[in-house]
């Protein structure tokens, strides 16, 4: 599926041999220069993690932290575009670099979905459903929210959460003392809890001209917060899966956006059919879709690199039916079994240290279409 909407960015162009500045050095970045490596491009990770995955893969890394002016000014000079692989790159780092080269997605992504409070104003400005929120910095706000939205609900801080960190669930008075800690360090969101069937999520990518696609739309599950399966394609009615493309492409458009966008939603069912209400979404390449480096003609990183190139975008159709399974933490220590199954594509990202909650790596998964006897 394909759309031209929006105002066109002013072009991009790079070739073969250019640059790509990445800002983040974790597996996403790892997997956008190996993208670009298979296109000829080079390119210079800024990362201030010694053990940074991406740096063993790239052609250059500055390993420095996000405030070194100077190295980010060095870093800035010697590519031809940037990008970010994680949304919570400081907006003054952002608009440092982009004094020196063009930042893609474009800093205003990175404002708005870094903020939690921002991101749900936003869309719900853009006229998309999202859980019930309110804006809490006080014991007093909390106890007022918690009146008007009703338990349960979640409260989540405002900036720097991600695969659960910074929330609490609020089901009954006796959470409140946890959810009392989590607001004295940060401002957060008090939002009301969505008794969701499925979670899904949509990954597209718009081009420098204006131009949408999207992934076939994937079924995500999550164990302790952490994306532990994606399938491909989700269980949806048709309306449900065109509704949660077009939601998608919408929110590409409203924010001039170029490269890989992804999407979350939860699915509730309704006695006449299904609902959509977006949870959040990611100015970057994005764990449930891993898969489509198997399992589509364009992977994401290839998509990304591709968008922000100014490129013409690949077809992100879909190969057949996908499972991608991320190894976390200990599971990692599988590897070699994983390696038995002559159908199971592995993924490491050369992480040294395994600990909980840490992604290692992933696995995929293509079956056959229905028609084959053979694996695609
Ligand atoms: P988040 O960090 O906002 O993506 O939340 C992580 C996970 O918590 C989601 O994937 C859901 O499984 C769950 N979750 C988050 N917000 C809600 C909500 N409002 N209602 C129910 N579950 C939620």
Not at 58 to 67: D, H, I, K, L, Q
Not at 212 to 226: G, Q, S
Not at 236 to 264: F, P
Request: charged content about 20%.
């Amino acid at each position: 599926m394909s759309a031209k909407q929006g105002a066109p960015h002013s072009t991009i162009k790079l070739a073969p041999r250019d640059t790509i500045g990445i800002l983040g050095g974790g597996q996403l970045a790892r997997m956008l220069a190996l993208a670009a490596a298979s296109y000829g491009l080079k390119t210079h990770i800024y990362a201030p993690e010694e053990d940074s995955p991406a740096f063993e893969v790239s052609s250059t890394f500055t390993c420095a932290a996000y405030e070194d002016e100077l190295a980010l000014e060095r870093f800035a000079k010697s590519v031809d575009v940037i990008t970010y692989e994680f949304e919570n790159v400081p907006l003054a780092t952002a608009s440092s670099v982009s004094r020196f080269a063009p930042l893609l997605p474009e800093a205003q992504a990175l404002a708005v979905t870094q903020d939690r409070l921002f991101e749900k104003t936003r869309l719900q400005d853009l006229g998309l459903p999202v859980a019930p929120f309110l804006a809490v910095e006080t014991p007093e706000q909390l106890e007022q929210a918690l009146q008007t939205l009703k338990m349960p609900c979640i409260l989540k801080t405002r900036r720097m959460g991600y695969d659960g960190k910074g929330q609490v669930r609020v089901s009954s008075r006796e959470d409140l003392q946890a959810a009392l800690n989590l607001l004295a360090h940060a401002p957060a969101i008090l939002e009301g809890f969505i008794a969701f069937n499925r979670e899904i999520s949509v990954i597209g990518a718009r081009s420098q001209e204006g131009e949408f696609v999207a992934y076939d739309v994937c079924e995500n599950i999550h164990t302790h917060h952490i994306l532990a399966q994606t399938t491909v394609p989700a269980q949806l009615l048709e309306t449900t899966r065109q509704k949660a493309i077009d939601m998608a492409q919408s929110i590409a458009h409203s924010l001039n956006y170029v490269g890989i966008l992804a999407v979350e939603m939860f699915v509730v069912r309704t006695p006449t059919g299904e609902t959509l209400i977006i949870n959040e979404m990611a100015p970057r390449v994005h764990n449930s879709g891993h898969w489509t480096l198997e399992g589509a003609q364009t992977s994401q990183f290839e998509q990304h690199i591709r968008a922000i190139c100014g490129w013409p975008l690949g077809s992100p159709h879909l190969l057949g039916d996908v499972r991608m399974r991320n190894l976390v933490g200990d599971e990692a220590k599988t590897w070699e079994s994983c390696l038995s199954d002559p159908y199971a594509s592995l993924h490491l990202y050369g992480k040294a240290d395994i600990r909980e909650g840490r992604k290692m790596g992933h696995i995929t998964w293509v079956m056959p279409p229905k028609s084959s006897s053979k694996p695609v």
